[in-house]
């Protein structure tokens, strides 16, 4: 009997217990983390508090309240998000990453939440041809691992290609002299460098650039490829953001242009053009 009642007792408790563990155990559950860099003005940087901010980071805030999410934002390198998201260190990305064909083959995407062009930035004046003639021997600066990196290394093969772990590195060696010219996406180059004082005296070069095999259909939320559903989710959130009007208000904080671009391209599909500035940064 003394048996009978202390088995019924330890069951008890061990219900009690479960109760109280499922709550804590579905809140971890809901919890996002979610990969940003912080050195990629004015989409993410870090603010003289110490403290994360820009268009990117908004726009996470955002998508994680429309979710109804806990969100963790981790701030990593760009060339090791892709590592950090299949490691399961990360849950998704959002940090400006373009959506490419290539991409695709390692990871999953949301529908896209903005799309720019690239361009190249040189001193003012300038007589350089961006040709691949005209950049032969010449130190052109780039991101690493980014569309801009690849682009770089597809169409100019002859050019002295100098790679680094972050924008802002690029945009130091650019205003010392170190670099002929810097690929990258337009606004980053025009909101974080031109329109700053270290950028006084430099300029955009040549047309925008688009070419969607480098470029992609724009920026989007990386994920694991296994997770479906968590695209799901962030793309009714992005869906949501931009009909509520959520979007525009963070938009208009940074840019005085429609950021999104056109519409959404369907995988596989060509991107049309876009009447304002409308590729992505990496």
Do not use: W
Not at 48 to 60: A, V
Not at 142 to 152: A, E, G, K, L, M
Not at 168 to 191: H, M, N, P, Q, T
């Amino acid at each position: 009997m003394n048996r009978i009642t202390s088995l019924i007792m330890q069951a008890s408790v061990a219900m009690s217990m479960a109760l109280f563990i499922a709550p804590s155990a579905d809140a971890q559950a809901k919890k996002l983390r979610i990969g940003v860099e912080g050195a990629y003005p004015p989409f993410s940087e870090i603010d003289t508090s110490g403290n994360l901010k820009g268009f990117d980071i908004d726009i996470t805030n955002a998508l994680c309240a429309q979710m109804k999410r806990d969100c963790e934002l981790v701030q990593l390198s760009f060339d090791g998000m892709i590592p950090a998201l299949q490691s399961r260190k990360i849950d998704a990305v959002i940090a400006s990453m373009s959506i490419t064909d290539e991409r695709r083959k390692a990871v999953e995407f949301s529908n896209k939440y903005y799309k720019t062009p690239a361009r190249f930035v040189v001193k003012a004046g300038s007589k350089l041809e961006l040709t691949p003639a005209g950049l032969k021997g010449k130190r052109v600066g780039v991101q690493r691992s980014t569309t801009h990196d690849r682009y770089i290394a597809d169409t100019y093969k002859d050019a002295k290609i100098v790679r680094y772990t972050k924008q802002d590195e690029v945009f130091l060696d650019l205003a010392s002299g170190r670099l002929d010219a810097a690929f990258l996406d337009s606004i980053a180059a025009d909101i974080g460098f031109l329109k700053k004082p270290a950028g006084k005296g430099f300029a955009f070069a040549g047309p925008e650039i688009e070419d969607r095999k480098y470029f992609g259909d724009g920026a989007g939320v990386a994920l694991r490829k296994s997770d479906t559903a968590l695209r799901d989710e962030f793309n009714a959130a992005i869906a949501a953001l931009r009909s509520n009007g959520t979007y525009k208000k963070i938009q208009d904080k940074y840019f005085d242009f429609d950021v999104y671009g056109s519409a959404p391209v369907a995988a596989g599909a060509t991107a049309p053009a876009a009447a304002k500035p409308a590729a992505s940064k990496k």
